[in-house]
């Protein structure tokens, strides 16, 4: 296979991936994940930001006016979603495109996805 599998954004302009992460073993794992090429994996730096994650979550009627006065104040910096739970996780670091620390539960799974917008 050549690349790396990702797919279009809707709008066309740039990439989507999901990453799946599988802790096999019979011990929790909590580490960092490195998108150590985010121009193969992403079509470039990952440029998901944690105001547009955190508006992506489906809130109650009565928290909406709660919930968008608290993700307005969200920093913006460049997260992974992870997509059974919703929760942004966060670039560690200025260097490259550490995010975490990400904690799988043994024999378990993460789902996270992230996007390069051009």
Not at 5 to 29: C, H, M, Q, T, W
Not at 38 to 46: K, M
Not at 59 to 80: E, G, N, Y
Request: hydrophobic share 35%; charged share 30%.
């Amino acid at each position: 296979m050549r690349g790396f599998p990702r797919r279009p954004l809707d709008n066309g302009k740039g990439y989507k991936a999901i990453f799946v992460i599988l802790n096999e073993s019979d011990k929790d794992v909590d580490l960092p994940l490195d998108i150590r090429d985010p121009a193969r994996v992403l079509g470039g730096p990952n440029t998901q930001k944690r105001s547009a994650a955190l508006q992506r979550a489906v809130i109650p009627a009565k928290l909406q006016a709660a919930w968008a006065a608290a993700t307005a104040k969200a920093d913006d910096l460049p997260v992974l979603t992870d997509l059974e739970t919703g929760e942004p996780i966060s670039q560690r670091g200025t260097k490259g495109e550490r995010y975490g620390p990400i904690v799988v539960p043994y024999h378990d799974y993460r789902v996270l996805y992230g996007e390069c917008e051009r």
